[in-house]
């Protein structure tokens, strides 16, 4: 999941540096939404983790 946000946030920079500004507001937001996901995704898994040892 990380993986595909930094994908899209380096597919983001080059298309901002390129003049497509949509494109890259697009692939700016997605991995954004990625991140969170991974963010969620991870801090679910460590509190499972915790609770699965008591």
């Known amino acids: 999941m990380l993986r595909y946000?930094?994908?899209f946030f380096i597919i983001a920079?080059?298309?901002g540096l390129l003049g497509f500004g949509g494109v890259s507001g697009t692939a700016a937001w997605i991995a954004k939404?990625?991140?969170v996901v991974?963010?969620?995704?991870a801090?679910?898994?460590v509190v499972m983790g915790l609770?699965?040892?008591k």
Not at 38 to 41: D, G, R, S, T
């Open 5 to 7: 946000a930094v994908i």
């Open 13 to 15: 920079i080059i298309a």
């Open 43 to 45: 801090i679910a898994g």
């Open 33 to 35: 939404v990625l991140f």
């Open 38 to 41: 991974f963010l969620v995704m």
């Open 51 to 53: 609770l699965k040892k």
